[in-house]
């Protein structure tokens, strides 16, 4: 079975804060994705990565960026955490065209 | 023309009745289209998924139904359980390295028992 971790369920943070979400999947997958997901508004693409060292942006990068040092880990990085970036984040990973979800990791911007 | 609008945004079925949900796009390069399942306090799991060729695909209770010419797609749930309340996302992909799924914003459902 695939897996894939986040390395929190929950988090609080301040405004204006650098926050990390980290990521890991263990099958070796190509293909990795940071989406928000907020009610009404479904997924939305924040950015993903097809390769190492390598990131496209997604619908909403705005106020995001991304590291993909070594295969199985993906990171978001909010560089300086805003209210309006309180949500539901959820990784994924594929190797062609089936995205496998990790349990999310609900931030809090206080 | 990358969107993938979903209706209805939520839907309230009784216990062994059919749930219906279904999504439409504008791509026509789309030539991947699954459904997820999404429990609360979970993330996401792929339920189904169907590709142009093909007109209808069923697994168990679960059945995609697709129309290339109307460019909609529908996911149908069979005598529907109080198990199968939850939140159900449609997405489409073109089928080439560097893309991503689009998604549907979601139908909540529940089957009341």
């Known amino acids: 079975d695939v897996k894939v971790t986040q390395s929190s369920r929950y988090l609080v943070k301040r405004t204006g804060e650098k926050v990390f979400l980290e990521c890991v999947q263990d099958?070796?997958?190509?293909?990795m994705f940071w989406y928000r997901q907020d009610p009404g508004l479904g997924l939305r693409l924040i950015y993903f990565?097809?390769?190492?060292?390598?990131?496209e942006k997604g619908d909403i990068p705005e106020g995001y960026s991304v590291s993909r040092e070594k295969k199985e880990r993906f990171s978001l990085i909010l560089e300086s955490a805003s209210t309006n970036q309180t949500s539901m984040y959820l990784c994924?990973?594929?190797?062609?065209?089936?995205?496998?979800f990790g349990p999310g990791t609900r931030l809090t911007v206080l | 023309q990358q969107q993938v609008k979903q209706s209805p945004q939520s839907l309230i079925v009784q216990k062994g009745g059919i749930s219906i949900i279904n999504c439409a796009y504008e791509?026509?390069?789309?030539?991947?289209f699954p459904w997820y399942q999404q429990f609360p306090g979970k993330g996401p799991a792929l339920l189904i998924a169907?590709?142009?060729?093909?007109s209808e695909k069923k697994e168990g209770r679960f059945t995609i139904s697709f129309n290339k010419s109307a460019k909609q797609f529908s996911l149908h749930i069979m005598d529907s359980q109080p198990g199968d309340s939850a939140t159900y996302f449609c997405?489409?992909?073109?089928?080439?390295?560097?893309?991503?799924?689009?998604f549907g914003k979601g139908t909540t459902l529940s089957v009341s028992s």
């Open positions: 791509n026509t390069a789309f030539d991947y």
């Open positions: 994924a990973s594929s190797l062609r065209v089936a995205q496998y």
């Open positions: 997405a489409a992909l073109v089928d080439q390295a560097g893309t991503a799924l689009i």
């Open positions: 169907i590709r142009p060729d093909v």
């Open positions: 099958m070796d997958h190509e293909n």
């Open positions: 990565s097809y390769d190492v060292k390598m990131k």
